[in-house]
């Protein structure tokens, strides 16, 4: 599919789960909303290859980069639970939304084939380029010890001997913004 099809589904799916989630009247809808955002939030990784492909040499660190930036930010500020966040962050997408549409090549798939033989051809990747494991290996499990610290860190905050409310777990996020 392409790039700018999928980014665009993704973010009006967002856009609706986001509005869902900062009105929801209970945890029901929010479980399913909820769902609906995580699995849409893979939007950041569609963006990296492209800030990669149409850099110029010298640039592309600095792009991806700014990109991962990005994807972290969204990730802190998600903690802040508020739900005014929520309404705040369904705008931020209307407004990347428009700029994709506007801004965003239509960027043709290089692949043809079956999705599966694509995602067979990540063994071959992983087996012909060493560094490869070890660049994977080393972001996974800095990414899962960044989001489990995070995670735990709002319960932690909410329980003896600190009892922080929403507030000043909110405000913690936005500290690790900083």
């Given amino acids: 599919y392409r790039r700018k099809k999928i980014i665009l589904t993704n973010f009006t799916l967002l856009i609706f789960s986001l509005i869902a989630i900062g009105a929801a009247p209970d945890i029901y809808i929010i479980w399913g909303a909820s769902l609906i955002t995580g699995i849409c939030s893979m939007i950041p990784q569609i963006f990296v290859p492209i800030a990669s492909q149409f850099s ?53 798939p290089t692949f043809q084939g079956k999705y599966g033989d694509l995602m067979k051809s990540l063994f071959s990747l992983i087996k012909d380029y060493p560094s490869l494991r070890i660049y994977s290996i080393r972001a996974g499990i800095a990414f899962g010890s960044f989001l489990a610290m995070w995670s735990c860190l709002a319960f932690k905050m909410g329980q003896a001997p600190f009892y922080a409310d929403s507030d000043v777990i909110g405000i913690l996020g936005l500290c690790g913004i900083a």
Avoid: H
């Fill in 56 to 108: 110029r040499p010298e640039n592309k660190g600095r792009n991806v980069g700014i990109v991962i930036s990005g994807l972290l930010t969204g990730i802190l500020a998600s903690r802040v639970g508020w739900r005014e966040m929520y309404f705040i962050a369904a705008g931020m997408m209307m407004l990347c939304a428009i700029a994709v549409l506007k801004i965003l090549p239509d960027i043709q």
